[in-house]
């Protein structure tokens, strides 16, 4: 069975920092496009993030440009997000999502496979 799980999430003040990480089960994780995904309540879903399966394409929302880095290590069937100077409006449940394509270019839509999700908050 194909799983993502994503750890990492908490409580942390503003300007503080957490790295997220999202975890493959039953599938090999450089196969496939991974995306960060978040919704905050009251909200749609946000792309924030993707990384190509090499690594080579990224993308960012401007919404986090500059403060959040993706990455990967597919020896460790894992892609991480790095959240640093973090803002209360970024208090959100975030996603990470698999995209199975031939492209070498990550976007952030037609993702086949969801984790559940982890909260961040972000609060004083």
């Known amino acids: 069975q194909l799983q993502l799980v994503e750890s990492g999430g908490g409580l942390v003040q503003p300007g503080g920092s957490l790295r997220l990480s999202c975890t493959a089960s039953g599938f090999t994780l450089n196969y496939y496009h991974i995306g960060w995904f978040r919704q905050a309540p009251g909200k749609e879903r946000e792309g924030i993030s993707c990384?190509?399966?090499?690594?080579?394409?990224?993308n960012y929302a401007d919404s986090v440009k500059g403060r959040f880095t993706i990455s990967r290590d597919n020896a460790k069937n894992t892609v991480y997000l790095q959240m640093n100077s973090l803002k209360p409006e970024d208090t959100a449940i975030y996603y990470c999502?698999?995209?199975?394509?031939?492209?070498?270019?990550?976007?952030?839509?037609?993702?086949?496979?969801w984790g559940q999700g982890a909260q961040v908050t972000v609060s004083s």
């Open positions: 990384i190509s399966r090499s690594g080579g394409s990224t």
């Open positions: 999502a698999a995209r199975s394509t031939v492209s070498t270019i990550c976007t952030m839509n037609s993702y086949n496979y």
